[in-house]
């Protein structure tokens, strides 16, 4: 699997590098928000821009984002609007979705936007392209909160977001059972065999738990934590998530 560097922060080696999500409805919100992060432990963060209440108002969305640019200026930022069809808080068509992701792209403030996949093959590729052209990062996203696919469903869909052009490939599913949380990280070794871009696995839910913590062994380059609001089911504290990370990774047993 390559690597990438985005500022100061290589994905894809090493531990898994913690993103927090910035939930928020408005201005006071987001304040509070970053108030939050001052204490916590993570290496990304992701601005969750359809929590807003302005979710619709893409110049008042991208001012906000530039607010959290301001207060930490030198940490990777992940611009994310999640559609209601992939799990997020605001319904909107698809000419507004990716006119966002356009200007977000071309702020200048952002280092990485997130582009579904499932958001039309056309449009996805020329989102990646134009990101591209603003040196802006594509996290490509697929999200199933019903089910886990088949293993080689999950590894053809982070096969497919390589080749649309993704910089880093996620894929998010629930788990019914043990074996899928099993499939899920299965498919994730399987992947990063492969890989030309860092990956990014997650069983969500408490019976997904593991799924986040076992990026070291099985080859997913992000995990998710929380710095207050969650933004997905099963997401933990971040501080405990070093902590874990820490442990895994320096191999304290005994016995």
């Known amino acids: 699997m390559k690597t990438l560097t985005i500022r100061h922060l290589t994905l894809g080696s090493g531990q898994p590098k913690i993103a927090v999500p910035l939930v928020a409805r408005d201005e006071a919100a987001l304040s509070a928000?970053?108030?939050n992060l001052e204490h916590a432990c993570f290496d990304i963060i992701e601005f969750r821009a359809d929590y807003f209440d302005q979710a619709g108002n893409p110049e008042y969305l991208i001012a906000q984002a530039e607010a959290v640019r301001r207060a930490f200026p030198e940490t990777p930022l992940l611009f994310t609007f999640r559609r209601a069809e992939e799990g997020g808080e605001y319904p909107c068509s698809k000419a507004y979705y990716f006119e966002l992701l356009?200007?977000?792209?071309a702020s200048g403030i952002i280092d990485i936007i997130d582009i579904e996949l499932s958001?039309?093959?056309g449009e996805v590729r020329q989102a990646v392209?134009?990101?591209?052209a603003h040196e802006t990062a594509v996290l490509m996203s697929n999200h199933d909160f019903h089910q886990t696919p088949a293993k080689s469903d999950i590894t053809g869909r982070l096969k497919k977001m390589e080749e649309a052009g993704a910089d880093i490939c996620k894929i998010a599913v629930m788990p019914q059972s043990p074996a899928d949380v099993l499939t899920l990280l299965d498919a994730t070794w399987e992947a990063r065999q492969t890989a030309n871009r860092p990956i990014v696995t997650i069983s969500m839910g408490?019976?997904?738990l593991v799924s986040?913590?076992?990026g070291?062994?099985?080859g997913s380059a992000i995990t998710f934590g929380t710095a207050g609001a969650a933004s997905a089911p099963g997401q933990l504290d971040s501080a405990n998530l070093k902590n874990i990370l820490d442990v895994l990774e320096n191999g304290n047993t005994a016995g």
């Open 129 to 132: 392209a134009a990101a591209k």
């Open 119 to 121: 958001a039309g093959e």
């Open 212 to 214: 986040r913590i076992a």
């Open 102 to 105: 356009d200007k977000a792209a």
């Open 216 to 218: 070291s062994t099985f």
């Open 206 to 208: 408490k019976l997904g």
């Open 33 to 35: 928000a970053l108030k």
